[in-house]
């Protein structure tokens, strides 16, 4: 087994064990869904940090991104990992920003915390799950605004309930390193963590 399989196991593992809870549960978009996903009990743990930084920074290598960043809060540990994770490796270092939910008007102000991304620069924006594809598509239009080139939208898991296609549908290439199918069994039964 390759490294980035051995450590795509690992996270699953992680995501399975502490992040995914079947059950009935209210969403933020007041819709009920039968699991929830808290993507920050994985990417706040110092293992998964780690985990997920090398998972996205594999995307971004491999899609040529400058920079990362994403909406505040699920994005901020995810894209601090992969700028750490970037540091350690053999490449350039892909260097993070925040969209803010709203502009800052004290201090410098801002649409986003960290150097802004450049007209013209390649960036991607990531997320920890993907549902309707909301939030994304909203920080989208702030770094849009930017003059940026957004390459990619990632997500740490796809739920699986229209998200990509909306995003798609707007212009965006999306890549998720899960999908709902490799934590849930089709009759709605977390799978076991692997090993």
Excluded: N
């Amino acid at each position: 087994m390759s490294r980035e399989d051995e450590e795509r196991q690992q996270l699953l593992g992680l995501m399975l064990t502490r992040a995914f809870r079947v059950g009935d549960f209210l969403l933020t978009s007041g819709r009920r869904s039968p699991y929830y996903f808290d993507g920050r009990l994985v990417t706040l743990d110092p293992q998964g940090a780690l985990l997920v930084g090398r998972a996205l920074l594999r995307f971004a290598r491999e899609d040529g991104v400058t920079k990362i960043g994403g909406p505040a809060l699920g994005a901020d540990p995810m894209v601090t990992a992969v700028a750490l994770c970037s540091a350690l490796d053999e490449g350039p270092d892909i260097s993070a920003f925040i969209v803010r939910k709203e502009t800052k008007e004290h201090g410098a102000g801002g649409w986003c915390a960290g150097a802004a991304p450049e007209p013209g620069e390649a960036v991607a924006l990531v997320d920890d799950a993907l549902t309707s594809g909301g939030s994304l598509l909203q920080a989208a239009e702030k770094v849009a605004a930017s003059g940026a080139r957004i390459v990619a939208l990632y997500t740490l898991l796809d739920r699986q309930e229209g998200g990509r296609e909306r995003l798609e549908a707007a212009g965006y290439r999306t890549r998720s390193v899960f999908v709902r199918s490799d934590l849930l069994t089709a009759d709605g039964q977390a799978l076991p963590a692997p090993g």
